[in-house]
């Protein structure tokens, strides 16, 4: 506790106001750790902390009611919407194609690079099962992908690649 005199009369030059042994001079630093622990202990409203809750409680109810529409429109436009393109085999091969490193060796749509031949009449010179053979179990140069792809993806991309035929060029003149 800070020791403070209030005094009517000026203090006697002779006499010097000395603190007891048990009180401390007052600091800065005493003065605002006092003040912070007053304010921790300061006791709060009563039902404050209950309205904060409710509050939260309320907004939470409000953002769910609002967002209930938006996911009905959702799920009634998916159920209602017929089958897009890329639901097909064909054009989920396509997609596999390009995400499973096949274009990264046979090029885009399978036009063939350096590293690995085309893959235009594939569909014509092998049948399903031996394509699929092929991308499972790997070739001479080819790696096996039966570690990252599973049966419906290969599937998917033997759909694709038996639509691949070379585009027909017009005899020159």
């Given at each position: 506790?800070?020791?403070?005199?209030?005094?009517?009369?000026?203090?006697?030059?002779?006499?010097?106001?000395?603190?007891?042994?048990?009180?401390?001079?007052?600091?800065?630093?005493?003065?605002?750790?006092r003040?912070?622990?007053?304010?921790?202990?300061?006791?709060?409203?009563?039902?404050?902390?209950?309205?904060?809750?409710?509050?939260?409680?309320?907004?939470?109810?409000?953002?769910?009611v609002?967002?209930?529409?938006?996911?009905?429109?959702?799920?009634?436009?998916?159920?209602?919407?017929?089958?897009?393109?890329?639901?097909t085999?064909?054009?989920?091969g396509?997609?596999?194609?390009?995400?499973a490193?096949?274009?990264?060796?046979?090029?885009?749509?399978?036009?063939?690079?350096?590293?690995?031949?085309?893959?235009?009449?594939?569909?014509?010179?092998?049948?399903?099962?031996?394509?699929?053979?092929?991308?499972?179990?790997?070739?001479?140069?080819?790696?096996?992908?039966?570690?990252?792809?599973?049966a419906?993806?290969?599937?998917?991309?033997?759909?694709?690649?038996?639509?691949?035929h070379?585009?027909?060029?017009?005899?020159?003149?």
């Open positions: 506790m800070c020791m403070t005199s209030i005094t009517t009369e000026p203090p006697s030059p002779t006499r010097q106001l000395v603190p007891p042994p048990s009180v401390q001079p007052c600091s800065k630093r005493a003065l605002a750790s003040s912070s622990k007053r304010l921790a202990q300061r006791p709060r409203r009563p039902g404050s902390n209950q309205m904060t809750q409710r509050s939260f409680a309320l907004f939470c109810f409000l953002a769910l609002m967002m209930c529409p938006a996911f009905a429109s959702a799920a009634a436009v998916q159920a209602t919407a017929p089958a897009s393109p890329a639901s085999p064909a054009s989920q396509q997609q596999q194609f390009a995400t490193g096949c274009e990264h060796c046979h090029g885009e749509n399978g036009k063939g690079t350096e590293r690995a031949p085309a893959l235009l009449n594939v569909g014509k010179r092998l049948t399903a099962a031996q394509i699929v053979s092929q991308i499972h179990d790997g070739g001479k140069s080819m790696p096996a992908f039966s570690d990252l792809l599973d419906d993806q290969i599937a998917s991309l033997v759909a694709y690649l038996q639509t691949l070379p585009h027909k060029t017009r005899p020159r003149r």
